[in-house]
Nanobody
Framework: QMQLVESGGGLVQAGGSLRLSCAAS????????MAWFRQAPGKEREWVAA????????KYADSAKDRFTISRDNTKNTMYLQMNSLRPEDTAVYYC??????????????WGQGTQVTVSS
């Protein structure tokens, strides 16, 4: 089973940028579609963006379109989320997970610790 470690979160002012990383252990990373999810205080966890196993297909939630870019480097077993034009409503803990299937929305496995993103107004 893959072990996933999220990093790159922090405190940023509205309009700023952050790049999140998801480092995976094991040799199966390159065979899985991967996605970012987030959970804001008092809210349910939500899907943010996904990338296919080869990196050729990406999908975004409406809230992330035109501001976030998901990518991956299978040679480094790492996935990224470049977040620009951040808003206070982007404040959440961000998680990465494998998402098998064409929809790339349904996570499998155990949730990690995530990385906290806080956007101040």
């Amino acid at each position: 089973q893959m072990q996933l470690v999220e990093s790159g979160g922090g405190l940023v002012q509205a309009g700023g940028s952050l790049r999140l990383s998801c480092a995976a252990s094991g040799r199966t990373f390159g065979t899985y579609n991967m996605a970012w999810f987030r959970q804001a205080p008092g809210k349910e966890r939500e899907w943010v963006a996904a990338v296919s196993w080869a990196g050729s297909t990406t999908k975004y939630a409406d809230s992330a379109k035109d501001r976030f870019t998901i990518s991956r480097d299978n040679t480094k077993n790492t996935m990224y989320l470049q977040m620009n034009s951040l808003r206070p409503e982007d404040t959440a803990v961000y998680y990465c997970m494998p998402v098998p299937g064409a929809a790339m929305r349904n996570p499998v496995g155990s949730w990690g610790q995530g990385t906290q993103v806080t956007v101040s107004s």
